[in-house]
C-alpha cells in the first residue's frame, strides 16, 4: 500500500470517528426538537377562558394582539350565555322587589355537570341576594337529628335564591347505593320528600328540581380528566370512583326515585348533558321562561331543546321502556 493510500485510509477512519462522536449530538438535537414541538401543541391546546371570544371578536388586529381560531359554536355559547346571564339579572332583580322565594336543587351522577351550571347562574348575581349550598358529610350530631332539619336552615328568605348542589336527594341514590343508609330510611324517605315539598310550594317558595344525566362513557371521561388535571382534583373522591362500578345501580335508584317523587306541584326535570355547554344554557332557559319579570325577552328565545330538557313524567315513561327492552339507559 502506498503512502497517499494509507493517508486516504485514515483520513477516513477519522471521518468515520467524527460521524460516531457526532451522532449522539444529533440524536439529542432531534429528541429536543420533538420535545418542542409536543410542548407548542400542549401550549395550542389550551382553552380561553370563557367570555373571551365574545368579548374580543370585534376588536381589531395590532402589533400587540394576536389572531386565534374558534371554534363557531364557542362564539354562539358565549354570546347566548352573555344574553341569559343579563336576563338572570333582571330575573333577580323582581325577585328581590317582590320578596319572592326561589328553591334549585340540582341532582345527578358524579360529574353529570352541577357545579358548572351553578357557576354559570350564579356569575354576575348579586351575592347579597344569592347563595350556593353544598353541605359537607353529615356530622354525628346531624346524623341524630331529623334528616331534613340540616337543609331547613338554608331555605331561601324573602328576596333570596339559593342553589342547592346536592339536596336532601341523597338519600334517595348516593345513600342507599354506597349503605349510607339503611333501607327502612331509604323508604321513609321517599314518602316523606313529596309532602315536604308540597308544604314548601304552598307556602310559596318556587321550587326547581333538576337532575343531570350524563352517560357512562362520557362520565368516565370526565373522571380521567380530572385525575390529569390539576385545578379539578379536588374533585376527586373515593365515591366517584366507585360510580362506575354502581352505574346500574344508580340507575334503579334514579328511576325509584322519579316514579316517587315526581308530582305536579314539584315536578323534576331531566337535562341531558353530555354537552356541558348546552346543557348550561337549556338549564338557565327553563328557569327564566318560568318566572315573570320586567322587560323579559321573547319566549322564542327562551325556548329550550327538547332533546336536552325533559319532562320528568316523559324521562319516566322513557326509563320504563328501556327496562322492559334491556337498553342502555342515559344517566
Known amino acids: 500500500m502506498g503512502k497517499k493510500e494509507k493517508s486516504n485510509e485514515k483520513a477516513k477512519e477519522g471521518n468515520n470517528k467524527k460521524e460516531k462522536n457526532n451522532k449522539p449530538v444529533q440524536d439529542n438535537i432531534i429528541k429536543l426538537d420533538k420535545a418542542s414541538k409536543k410542548k407548542k401543541n400542549k401550549k395550542l391546546k389550551k382553552k380561553l377562558s370563557e367570555h373571551t371570544a365574545f368579548k374580543n371578536k370585534e376588536k381589531k388586529s395590532g402589533k400587540k394582539r394576536r389572531a386565534v381560531f374558534v371554534k363557531e359554536f364557542i362564539l354562539f355559547y358565549e354570546e347566548e350565555l352573555h344574553k341569559l346571564q343579563i336576563e338572570l339579572l333582571k330575573?333577580?332583580?323582581?325577585?328581590?322587589?317582590?320578596?319572592?322565594?326561589?328553591?334549585?336543587?340540582?341532582?345527578?351522577?358524579?360529574?353529570?355537570?352541577?357545579?358548572?351550571?351553578?357557576?354559570r347562574i350564579t356569575e354576575h348575581l348579586n351575592p347579597r341576594g344569592t347563595r350556593v349550598v353544598a353541605l359537607l358529610t353529615p356530622s354525628d350530631t346531624e346524623r341524630s337529628q331529623w334528616y331534613f332539619q340540616r337543609y331547613m336552615q338554608h331555605l331561601p328568605s324573602a328576596g333570596e335564591i339559593v342553589l342547592f348542589d346536592r339536596s336532601w336527594y341523597n338519600r334517595a341514590m348516593v345513600e342507599p347505593v354506597m349503605d349510607f343508609c339503611t333501607d327502612e330510611q331509604n323508604k321513609r324517605f321517599l314518602k316523606d320528600v313529596p309532602m315536604l315539598e308540597e308544604m314548601l310550594v304552598k307556602d310559596g317558595i318556587k321550587l326547581f328540581k333538576f337532575f343531570f344525566s350524563v352517560s357512562k362513557h362520557e362520565q368516565l371521561r370526565r373522571f380521567d380528566s380530572r385525575e390529569t388535571d390539576p385545578l379539578k382534583q379536588y374533585k376527586i373522591s373515593p365515591v366517584d370512583k366507585m360510580a362506575q362500578e354502581m352505574w346500574d345501580d344508580y340507575t334503579v335508584r334514579k328511576f325509584q326515585m322519579l316514579n316517587e317523587t315526581n308530582r305536579t306541584l314539584s315536578p323534576w326535570t331531566i337535562i341531558r348533558s353530555d354537552n356541558k355547554k348546552l346543557a348550561r344554557l337549556n338549564c338557565i332557559k327553563h328557569i327564566l321562561s318560568e318566572l315573570d319579570y320586567k322587560d323579559k325577552i321573547s319566549l322564542d328565545d327562551l325556548q329550550s331543546d327538547s332533546d336536552i330538557l325533559i319532562s320528568g313524567i316523559d324521562e319516566i315513561r322513557f326509563m320504563e321502556d328501556g327496562l322492559l327492552s334491556q337498553m342502555e339507559l342515559p344517566g
Open 91 to 119: 330575573m333577580q332583580k323582581q325577585v328581590r322587589n317582590e320578596g319572592l322565594r326561589l328553591l334549585m336543587l340540582f341532582e345527578g351522577r358524579d360529574a353529570a355537570g352541577k357545579g358548572g351550571t351553578i357557576k
